[in-house]
């Protein structure tokens, strides 16, 4: 399949009189037309830098970005017509309506057509917000007249970043399923970021994963659930006594412990069965017991050992 974009060991240093700050380091990946990739990584790894090197509003210090195949400053200019931007946050003027907001985009994008922007409002569910002006539409609004100011020229790819922060669970579900639907039925890609793990893991088909800067990796959602490893859930009446039991006379060594006092078994786990029965022999009562897998989060963490921030 055709990559749309194609990063290959990009760099991008911020200087000072003081310093210099490498926020993007030799990072490589390419992005297929018709997936949904979430960029990962908490604040300061440079997400954001990535989507505006992307859109031209940044420039690289050392390698090469290719767009539809394109190579160049000039030829890049050219196709990112074929892209849309919302990064940071959509540039709304709150003094005007939604449907005035969507005016201005048309001139400046050369749509030819006015019946484009009644077509978008209706998919992004603001085709009955009338005269209401912007400056008094919730966040959700104002994010989905971002996404349908994007999606008024009708581009190949979307590039969004943290188009569901601060909203509410029904404001991200929204999001979410205009997203969806604009992938599977309109073969849009879309290049996304967001702290929201669980969001992402519901939305997107691929995961690239940054962190200070560097690409830790890129993997398909396939692959991040057979890479997620597959563990036993187990809590008992005595859980510290437990734990000691499952070390020192069952012999498993790869376990965890968390917070909430939760044990989670990474071996020994082919027969659950037989675990219960050893734990129970041995005297404990079982209150929790049940094969389960890692979260994206999870996953995140164990590759990076950071936590994403809010």
């Excluded at 890049?76 to 449907?99: C, H, N, Q």
């Excluded at 309109?186 to 967001?194: A, C, E, G, M, P």
């Excluded at 790869?254 to 005297?283: C, M």
């Amino acid at each position: 399949m055709a990559s749309v974009i194609s990063l290959e060991n990009v760099t991008k240093i911020y200087k000072s009189k003081k310093k210099k700050s490498t926020v993007v380091d030799r990072v490589s990946f390419d992005i297929e037309e018709g997936h949904i990739y979430g960029l990962i990584g908490p604040n300061g790894a440079g997400k954001t830098t990535i989507m505006k090197m992307i859109g031209g509003l940044a420039m690289q210090d050392e390698g090469s970005i290719s767009l539809f195949g394109k190579t160049g400053e000039k030829e890049l200019d050219k196709v990112r017509d074929r892209i849309s931007f919302m990064i940071e946050a959509p540039i709304i003027e709150g003094g005007m309506t939604a449907r005035q907001n969507m005016e201005f985009i048309r001139y400046m994008r050369g749509v030819a057509s006015d019946e484009r922007i009644d077509e978008v409002l209706e998919f992004v569910g603001l085709a009955d917000t009338g005269d209401k002006l912007a400056k008094r539409f919730s966040l959700g609004m104002k994010q989905r007249l971002g996404i349908g100011m994007a999606l008024l020229p009708d581009p190949d790819v979307l590039v969004l970043d943290e188009p569901v922060n601060g909203l509410d669970p029904e404001g991200i579900a929204y999001v979410r399923h205009i997203l969806k639907k604009l992938c599977v039925e309109d073969k849009k890609t879309i290049l996304i970021s967001s702290h929201l793990l669980t969001e992402l893991y519901e939305l997107c088909t691929d995961f690239i994963i940054i962190n200070e800067g560097k690409l830790v990796e890129k993997l398909s959602k396939e692959e991040m659930i057979e890479h997620a490893r597959s563990y036993v859930s187990l809590t008992t009446n005595k859980n510290s006594e437990t734990v000691a039991y499952i070390e020192n006379k069952l012999n498993i060594k790869d376990f965890k412990v968390r917070d909430n006092g939760e044990i989670r078994l990474y071996e020994g786990i082919d027969d659950i069965e037989k675990l219960s029965k050893s734990i129970t022999d041995a005297g404990f009562i079982i209150t929790r017991l049940c094969e389960e897998g890692e979260s994206l989060e999870e996953y995140y963490l164990e590759k990076t050992g950071k936590q994403i921030e809010d």
